[in-house]
């Protein structure tokens, strides 16, 4: 069975750190782009970080860059999202996706590029 399953959310302080992680099963990460978006009640889902599957390239949401990192384990068969410097507008749902199609190696920060889906970790950043 295919699945991703996000972990590593909570509550932090302005200007504290948190770090996500994403396992896959029924498939290898190595071989798909994989992206990390985030939803808050009555917004869209918006993507923040994405990873490339060819050379690892990776593509940041404006607001995050400098801040967040966003790297693949292939021995572990994990995905992480390393954020620094969190901020208030950083709360929310935080998701991992990847597409099921082996072959979009493009990094995508649109949530309707994506297929499988986790359930999701809340990040809550208090001021």
């Not at 949401?61 to 992480?80: A, H, L």
């Amino acid at each position: 069975q295919v699945q991703l399953v996000e972990s590593g959310g909570g509550s932090v302080q302005s200007g504290g750190s948190l770090t996500l992680s994403c396992a896959a099963s029924g498939f290898s990460l190595e071989a798909y782009t994989v992206a990390w978006f985030r939803e808050v009640p009555g917004k869209d889902r918006e993507g923040v970080s994405c990873v490339s599957s060819k050379d690892d390239g990776s593509v940041y949401k404006e607001s995050v860059k400098g801040r967040f990192t966003i790297s693949k384990d292939n021995t572990k068969n994990m995905v992480y999202l390393h954020m620094t410097d969190l901020k208030p507008e950083d709360t929310g749902r935080y998701y991992c996706a990847a597409p099921n199609n082996v072959r979009q190696v493009t990094c995508f920060l649109a949530w309707w590029r994506y297929d499988i889906w986790g359930q999701g970790t809340q990040v809550t950043v208090s001021s």
